[in-house]
DNA sequence: ATACTATTCAACCATATGGTTGAACAGATA
DNA sequence: TATCTGTTCAACCATATGGTTGAATAGTAT
């Protein structure tokens, strides 16, 4: 298909699957090898070498080789994006939320004062 | 496949296609038609009506019928929730930044010191 | 009833995704 | 060199996704 317009396509994509989320959390509690990710989950070990390269192509984990090992480590700046993304949102519907609780209020008022 | 078990796999899968990220920035300004959001789009009417269908299934959109039209509505509460798991890892991230940064710092004055 | 507008549903198609197995490759070690 | 461990790649399969068009439905208005 088309290039790779929008990075949050992808990490919002690599969020998407339960797998992927956990392995995220193991990877950011400490750095580790393909082999130990895999041996945490019942696929196969190409399922989740399959799940890591999602992953990289986000750029939500980066890997680095030691002698024989793949180490993945967690790559915290793009998901600091994504839940950027995310926060700007939260504001805009606490401040929708707080409007309409503005206006119930006034409301309210206005019904307390016609007694 | 298997019941939903994790709102977050919808939630995420929604926010990892551009065209629903633009439906929901738009629906969170202002609530709309179907009609009117479509009208913002290329795609045939359908097809935006899938991507309404699939942010309705995450509970990031509310629909509710006003005469002839159904007009779209965000719900704020939902994404809230996408936030904060992100946030959650936002912090976890400051967090071994901070550690890095601390060891940096302790690394680079231990140099000093030692002149 | 008829017709018009707004929306949904169904069938279909192409491509993407998530899984498998088995072969190939990289690095360490006998 | 041979071999062992760790990882990647390739081929394949089933299902999901994102798109299309055309028919069906809901509500409004004539």
Known sequence: MVEQINQL????????DPTRRDILKRVSKKSMSVGQIASHYQLSFAAVAKHLKVLERAKLITKSRSGNEQIVSIAPSTLAEASNYLGNYKQLWEDRLDSLDNYLRKINKHKTRSH
Do not use: A, I, K, T
């Open 9 to 16: 396509d992808s990490v919002f994509g690599s969020l998407s």
